[in-house]
T-cell receptor, first 112, second 115 residues
């Protein structure tokens, strides 16, 4: 199995509080992605990274920011959590050569 | 912008039968990959099969095969001899190559195999 770990796995937080989710990889893959999964919407891309300090927005980036200061870590921050951000969040990695993306186990975030 | 459309939110089929899941996509690019991922109730994302756009031959992995129609931008998944363990959400996905490798998913098809 690809070495990719998301933390935390579960989190409950209050509206208006900042939240940071961490994705850590041990594969040295160049590309990293953050998705959210909601019923009826599949996996929607929030942000992705194509190298250290190189990131770009996905289709649902409003209210989210990311940082990648080193290859192995990709952080997703909700600056001020809202109930609409209650979701399951997945991180994925890819080396761009074999193109297969490997996924973390997901983080269930509940904003109350 | 690239989009992926899965028009069948739910499907069910009897065990041992064959089922086909549909997927269409939209892009102006020529270099890309297409994927089918499976997500069982465990929530784990599992790659089922992938297809390089430059290859005309349809990809096959055991009981799973695709029908790739590049001109029609269609990429369907056929599951033969379906098994109970095939029950899962199936996502079609698309990755542009040489362009930051953005990976885009469809909304998914929930497949139930009936004993």
């Amino acid at each position: 199995d690809a070495g990719i770990t998301q933390s935390p796995r579960h989190k409950v937080t209050e509206t208006g509080t900042p939240v940071t989710l961490r994705c850590h990889q041990t594969e040295n893959h160049r590309y990293m992605y953050w998705y959210r999964q909601d019923p009826g919407h599949g996996l929607r891309l929030i942000h992705y990274s194509y190298g250290v300090k190189d990131t770009d927005k996905g289709e649902v980036s409003d209210g989210y920011s990311v940082s990648r200061s080193k290859t192995e870590d990709f952080l997703l921050t909700l600056e001020s959590a809202t109930s609409s951000q209650t979701s399951v969040y997945f991180c994925a990695i890819s080396d761009g050569l074999n193109t297969e993306a490997f996924f973390g186990q997901g983080t269930r975030l509940t904003v109350v | 912008a690239q989009t992926v459309t899965q028009s069948q939110p739910e499907m069910s089929v009897q065990e041992a039968e064959t089922v086909t899941l549909s997927c269409t996509y939209d892009t102006s690019e020529n270099n890309y990959y297409l994927f089918w991922y499976k997500q069982p109730p465990s929530r784990q994302m599992i790659l089922v099969i992938r297809q390089e756009a430059y290859k005309q031959q349809n990809a096959t992995e055991n009981r799973f095969s695709v029908n790739f129609q590049k001109a029609a931008k269609s990429f369907s998944l056929k599951i033969s001899d379906s098994q109970l363990g095939d029950t899962a959400m199936y996502f079609c996905a698309f990755m542009i190559l040489f362009g930051n490798e953005k990976l885009t998913f469809g909304t998914g098809t929930r497949l139930t195999i009936i004993p």
